[in-house]
């Protein structure tokens, strides 16, 4: 437990949090929507700090980041907690444990400790990921600062539903981020999501605006999200802010509470990656579909292949040390070597 590092004093003792796009206003003994920060007589607390439910070693193409160290490693870690509830969360056993089993479930590890064990496993960064790093913030942060003393970069895996406070504390200390765009129309993030989506379009501009690598994704979910008019809206949006922003079309694959929808088809993918395209986005990927082409890197302006990728194992083709094609010398835009 630990004192949140951005909320306000209100009366009664009541505070206002000011960590995510909700801006909760909780009463003593109440918890956020998060369900991992109280206020105890005036006082925030962070229920989850340092308690860590998962840890891995993952290639950065699982965040996924294709643009950002290609090939390397990515020391991953967790809290329980989340600011959303997604109908259909991939990883809802630990994100929604706090709401659905009232739990704050952990090993408590040092933030020393994530940084030692970082740079034993030779990686390259370290991504807060799994569940929404932005509702583990204290704790992220205090990683965040070690690691970057280490020369490690850091990687926000996120909702994007977070405050212009936190985008600001977080402008000098994140290196890139992978933010769910999950679709582009409010009525989808206020059923599925219990948010709205409006935040989550100013995040994305002003991690952009502090210079922070940013690659997108939207989980395509039949019957919901696909529909191609919505999906060149939100290509347009992409582009509007840099249509060198990588756009990752996830395939859908059942779960938590959505069993009753069915997988995505191919056709859609492959439909929603012409779409990019079209409207003039640079790298467009298709996800969840090992082998598939849309896993590959192209060059916009000659059309060569420069990283090949299957699943999360990739393979430099054509890009040299400086990130520019070999074929014609263009510029790939992304975050390349150390």
């Given amino acids: 437990m630990k004192e949140c590092l951005l909320y306000e004093v209100r009366d009664n003792k009541a505070v206002r949090c000011l960590t995510c796009a909700h801006k909760c206003l909780i009463k003593p003994g109440k918890k956020g929507i998060c369900h991992v920060r109280e206020n105890r007589d005036g006082v925030l607390y962070a229920l989850n700090y340092a308690k860590v439910v998962a840890r891995n070693v993952d290639p950065i193409e699982k965040k996924p980041l294709f643009h950002f160290q290609p090939g390397s490693l990515s020391y991953s870690i967790a809290t329980v907690g989340c600011n959303f509830r997604c109908l259909f969360c991939q990883n809802a056993d630990i994100s929604q444990m706090p709401r659905d089993q009232g739990i704050i479930y952990g090993r408590e590890v040092p933030a020393e400790a994530v940084v030692e064990d970082a740079l034993r496993h030779n990686c390259l960064s370290i991504s807060y990921t799994y569940t929404e790093p932005t509702i583990f913030l204290e704790y992220a942060?205090?990683?965040?600062?070690?690691?970057?003393?280490?020369?490690?970069?850091?990687?926000?895996?996120?909702?994007?539903?977070?405050?212009?406070?936190?985008?600001?504390?977080?402008?000098?200390?994140?290196?890139?981020?992978?933010?769910?765009?999950?679709?582009?129309?409010?009525?989808?993030?206020?059923?599925?999501?219990?948010?709205?989506?409006?935040?989550?379009?100013?995040?994305?501009?002003?991690?952009?605006?502090?210079?922070?690598?940013?690659?997108?994704?939207?989980?395509?979910?039949?019957?919901?999200?696909?529909?191609?008019?919505?999906?060149?809206?939100?290509?347009?949006?992409?582009?509007?802010?840099?249509?060198?922003?990588?756009?990752?079309?996830?395939?859908?694959?059942?779960?938590?509470?959505?069993?009753?929808?069915?997988?995505?088809?191919?056709?859609?993918?492959?439909?929603a990656r012409k779409i990019g395209i079209d409207m003039g986005l640079k790298y467009v990927y298709t996800g969840n579909v090992p082998g598939d082409e849309g896993e590959n890197t192209f060059c916009p302006h000659c059309g060569a292949k420069i990283i090949a990728r299957v699943g999360f194992s990739s393979r430099v083709v054509n890009l040299t040390d400086k990130g520019t094609c070999s074929r014609c010398g263009y510029g790939i835009e992304g975050v390349w070597g150390r």
């Fill in 141 to 271: 942060y205090e990683v965040m600062t070690l690691a970057r003393k280490e020369g490690l970069k850091n990687v926000f895996v996120t909702n994007g539903y977070m405050s212009e406070e936190a985008v600001g504390l977080l402008s000098d200390v994140l290196d890139g981020a992978n933010v769910d765009l999950k679709a582009f129309n409010d009525k989808f993030y206020r059923e599925q999501c219990g948010a709205k989506l409006e935040p989550v379009l100013k995040a994305i501009r002003l991690l952009k605006e502090a210079g922070v690598w940013i690659e997108i994704t939207t989980l395509l979910i039949p019957g919901l999200n696909d529909d191609p008019g919505e999906l060149k809206d939100l290509a347009g949006f992409i582009y509007s802010v840099d249509p060198a922003i990588p756009w990752h079309i996830s395939r859908f694959h059942p779960a938590y509470k959505t069993f009753n929808i069915p997988h995505t088809p191919l056709e859609t993918l492959h439909r």
